[in-house]
């Protein structure tokens, strides 16, 4: 079975930023086997397929290159986008395997998704020490204002702070090993941080579940650390807050996220997304 695959990247205006995904409009005929394998030939971190109902709403599966993801934001972004470009701005409605997610498009093609209920727990000690010996990072070099844990906001990720600009920057872990830990989790992506300001942070995510050694822009562990953050009584006072990510792997993101009063609301999560090709490719 083929499917127009279209190639949009997230949270940037720029083709070279930002993170890539692969978008399919309208997947009702695509059997899961055939969306794996989509996902798999595409390459990107993750690939969203959309199957609209006739409410007007839309069932949406997310794979990476490996396996299925019950969320992913910046593949979120990057489909209602793209079906705003074709349709016109407005709500989406996307039912997800993590539940349903209101996607809000503007004008000038802004995205902005409101997550799931979120939740934060703790972090293990065990694993909070297997983290950081894949890593090869040391208790020591964490902010001991921002205790690791962790959230979800429709995929689970643990949330570790460190100290210093300089050690993010450093990031060299075994892959393997890291991948076995999250396996046997459900965790998603680890999101390592740094706090610049109260209202900026710097973030990276291995994401070797998928397949990939670090995604670029993570929108499920940008709404995820909202939550965090609103647990932790560490949002500004405006509770908003702007991540930078994927400067390292030379796709600079920009992130924006704002925490209602009530968790229960959803974190809204905003960035923008730009075609990467001019033309639908056959897959």
Known sequence: M???????????????????AGVVLDARELHEADMQRIA?????????????????????RYFSPKAEVSFCGHATIAATVAH???HGPG?????????????????????????????????EADDLAAILH???????????????????????????AVSTRERLSRLDYDFEALAALMARRDWTTINLVWREDVATFHARNPFPPGGVVEDPATGAAAAALGAYLAVHDALPPQRTFVIHQGREVGRPSVLRVRVPDELRDGVRVSGAAVRIDAGEVQR
């Open 134 to 160: 894949a890593l090869d990072w040391r208790a020591e070099e964490l902010d001991p204002a921002l205790p690791p844990a962790v959230a979800y906001a429709g995929a689970w990720h643990p949330v570790i």
């Open 40 to 60: 798999a030939e595409v390459g990107y971190s993750e690939t969203a397929f959309l199957s609209p109902r006739d409410d007007g709403s839309f069932d949406v």
């Open 84 to 86: 705003a470009q074709r």
């Open 91 to 123: 709500e989406r409605v996307l039912h997800t395997r993590a539940g349903p997610v209101r996607v809000d498009v503007d004008a000038d093609l802004t995205a902005t998704l409101r997550s799931v209920e979120p939740r934060v727990a703790a972090l």
């Open 2 to 20: 083929n499917a127009n695959v279209l190639r949009y990247s997230a949270f940037t205006s720029d083709p070279q930023g930002g993170n890539p």
